[in-house]
């Protein structure tokens, strides 16, 4: 069995995270079992739940344990098998977390599913065909339920999420605006995803600015929102909310480091008799097939093309990490193990 090189979560933020919260070990990978499967990991996935994982505290999942392996979705290649729906060879996307190897039980739920990349390339099973773009889906179908010729919004639209989002929802009918950092994000978001328009947050950094922007870019008030970041951006679109308007709740960034987002104006919510849901989408399992029929047909036919950030090397994921918390990245980001 080969040697595995694995990071761990070595103890626990205070405010920002940084790279001392993490810590690079090598060790034995054991046997396989009856029923388990050994892989190779090729593409780590880093997420910007991850960070609040590392807290200690309520939280609708458990948060990630000290001295184990970080938590984050994984693509690779079976090396070895003893279970009989897998086989060497076969493209399997998982849980394996920051590490090169894993051996996984083979009928565990939700752990190691099978993946096609003729038309799908691997590394977009942990983006815009992944966990990320079923996000975008649930959020989009199940919480805002658009109608043609609505006005939706999505902050860090140039991300994994917000591009899928642009997507799906463009294929509805539906006019987007999206919030992106920088002007090359948003030239993106517009010229290459579809966008409508798109917002440059680092040229509206308060409440007032990105109020005025969304309402020169939302004509018609705003009918939907897919909410990944919180604070002033949240704020801001309460502000041009139409009446009966959703927000899908999915990610509050902007709080990961434990400051609190206090609202500026929660009577906003009542006024506009608006609906706002916050979800996880691993509590949706049942929507994942249709979810990933449509989000592969989109990237098939050209109608999806993500982007994507890879650093190099397993030893360069907490670095990554930290900078996607920053924005640093473009599109999804991801770590390349092979």
């Not at 003729?118 to 977009?124: G, I, K, Q």
């Not at 959020?139 to 006005?151: H, K, N, Y």
């Not at 799906?168 to 987007?176: D, E, M």
Request: proline share 6%.
């Amino acid at each position: 069995m080969p040697r595995n090189t694995q990071i761990l979560l070595d103890n626990r933020p205070r405010g920002q995270a940084s790279p001392d919260n993490f810590r690079l070990v090598v060790g034995d990978t054991p046997a396989l079992r009856d029923g388990q499967v050994l892989v190779r990991h090729h593409y780590l996935s880093l997420d910007p739940y991850m960070r609040g994982r590392m807290n200690e505290g309520k939280s609708y999942a458990a948060c990630q344990p000290l001295g184990e392996v970080m938590i984050g979705g994984t693509v690779g290649e079976v090396a070895e098998s003893h279970h009989p729906a897998y086989a060497v060879g076969d493209k399997v996307v998982g849980m394996g977390g920051w590490q090169e190897w894993s051996v996984v039980d083979g009928d565990a739920p939700g752990m190691l599913r099978k993946v096609d990349t003729r038309h799908v390339p691997l590394s977009y099973y942990l983006g815009a065909v992944g966990m990320p773009g079923v996000t975008a889906w649930y959020g989009l179908v199940r919480i805002i339920d658009p109608r043609p010729g609505q006005t939706l919004v999505v902050s860090a639209a140039s991300g994994a999420v917000g591009s899928a989002f642009g997507a799906l929802a463009k294929a509805r009918g539906c006019r987007v605006v999206g919030i992106a950092g920088g002007p090359d994000k948003c030239r993106y978001v517009t010229e290459e995803l579809g966008f409508d328009a798109c917002i440059d947050h680092r040229a509206h950094g308060d409440l007032a600015s990105m109020s005025k922007a969304l309402k020169q870019a939302c004509h018609d008030g705003i009918d939907g929102h897919f909410e990944n970041v919180g604070g002033y951006i949240l704020d801001a679109v309460l502000l041009r909310a139409n009446a009966f308007a959703r927000v899908a709740l999915c990610g509050m960034i902007a709080g990961y480091d434990g400051q609190p987002l206090p609202l500026a104006n929660p009577a906003l919510i009542l006024i506009n008799r608006m609906r706002i849901e916050g979800f996880i989408v691993s509590e949706h399992m049942e929507v994942w097939p249709e979810a990933l029929a449509e989000l592969g047909g989109l990237v098939a036919s050209g109608r999806l093309r993500p982007r994507e950030t890879i650093a190099q090397g397993l030893a360069a994921a907490p670095q990554a990490f930290l900078d996607l918390l920053q924005g640093r990245n473009f599109g999804k980001q991801l770590v390349k193990l092979i």
